[in-house]
């Protein structure tokens, strides 16, 4: 089982509609859990942190965390056309030994 | 402000060129990372400074060194590359040390490509 799993997509949303992003997480030690979107050839973008059960809100992201269940997930409302990259989910390190976990990546594609 | 720079931004070497990567962060964090990232894949740790002190390696080979100056500067010096080693290098810094599960910040990275 990995650490942090995605689902690898393609996820096709339409224009305006709301993209759902989900992650699961093993390691029930894990405190902080970050999203990141990284386009084509660029390096990954921070979008939202998040270290409490929960929903986060800045902007039109929102970031949901369930500790109980090991789950995390970005919501995205009002999708964009430049809201089309890879989303890396990953959870932070908590121990001297143990360093921040990046999920694969899920690829959203926001079609006009 | 929380800018990580690296240069150059692409860099293509033989493979028995020495070079080496450079970043830079001026916001007072205290832990620096090197990442090598694969074509779609995610970010693979290589190395982790705290406090300008190398705290994790990940069992990256030799040819790889990385260096840390000063609590603002990290380089990563190449020797005797292998194809396979082409890839987006990515510096990040964060606040917090590692254990501390501190948010990272990446840097735009350098794309090598070794021939």
């Known amino acids: 089982q990995k650490e942090v799993e995605q689902n690898s997509g393609p996820l096709s949303v339409p224009e305006g509609a709301i993209a759902s992003l989900n992650c699961t997480y093993s390691d029930r030690g894990s405190q902080s859990f970050f999203w990141y979107r990284q386009y084509s050839g660029k390096s990954p973008e921070l979008i939202m942190s998040?270290?409490?059960?929960g929903d986060k809100e800045d902007g039109r992201f929102t970031a949901q965390l369930n500790k109980a269940s090991q789950y995390v997930s970005l919501l995205i409302r009002d999708s964009q056309p430049s809201d089309s990259a890879t989303y890396l989910c990953a959870r932070g390190g908590y121990s001297s030994a143990s360093k921040i976990i990046f999920g694969s990546g899920t690829r959203l594609s926001i079609r006009p | 402000d929380t800018e990580v720079t690296q240069t150059p931004k692409h860099l293509v070497m033989g493979m028995t060129n020495k070079k080496s990567l450079k970043c830079e962060q001026h916001m007072g964090h205290r832990a620096m990372y090197w990442y090598k990232q694969k074509a779609k894949k995610p970010p693979e740790l290589m190395f982790v400074?705290?406090?300008?002190?190398?705290?994790i390696n990940e069992s990256v080979p030799s040819r790889f060194s990385p260096e840390c100056p000063n609590s603002s500067l990290l380089n990563l010096h190449l020797h005797a590359l292998q194809p396979e080693d082409s890839a987006l290098y990515l510096c990040a810094s964060s606040q917090e040390v590692i254990a501390e599960g501190g948010t990272q910040y990446f840097g735009p990275g350098t794309r090598l490509t070794v021939l």
């Open positions: 998040i270290y409490s059960n």
């Open positions: 400074y705290s406090y300008e002190k190398l705290s």
